[in-house]
């Protein structure tokens, strides 16, 4: 089991940035494809990115592919969401996840959830 800590939420302007960040705790961390989720208000959580243990691979939604970029740092245990060009569609409560199976994209494969970071971006 994988504990999950995001952070780096907040309030921004539209074309603004962020970067979120998720500390894990726990020994299968380096071994665990990282991925981010959002969930909107009314809407179902769905996929944003995702990035291999050994950041040989990313996957990203359309919605945010050429504007997130996904990262990781094995050795502080944590992985990034650098979030450019932020659009108010991008409004959600962003969470990390750490997956237990290759679906990346299905949330069904994630085993360990962090509490979850509140992104806004105005108009």
């Known amino acids: 089991q994988v504990q999950l800590v995001e952070s780096g939420g907040g309030l921004v302007q539209a074309g603004g940035s962020l970067r979120l960040s998720c500390v894990a705790s726990?020994?299968?961390?380096?071994?665990?494809?990282m991925g981010w989720f959002r969930q909107a208000p009314g809407k179902e959580r769905e996929f944003v990115a995702a990035?291999?243990?050994?950041?040989?691979?990313?996957y990203y939604s359309g919605s945010v592919k050429g504007r997130f970029t996904v990262s990781r740092d094995n050795a502080k245990s944590t992985v990034y969401l650098q979030m450019n060009s932020l659009k108010p569609e991008d409004t959600a409560v962003y969470y990390c996840?750490?997956?237990?199976?290759?679906?990346?994209?299905?949330?069904?494969?994630?085993?360990?959830w962090g509490q979850g970071t509140q992104v806004t971006v105005s108009s």
């Open positions: 990035i291999s243990f050994s950041s040989s691979t990313t």
């Open positions: 996840a750490a997956a237990n199976t290759p679906a990346v994209q299905v949330s069904a494969s994630y085993g360990s």
């Open positions: 726990g020994r299968t961390f380096r071994t665990n494809t």
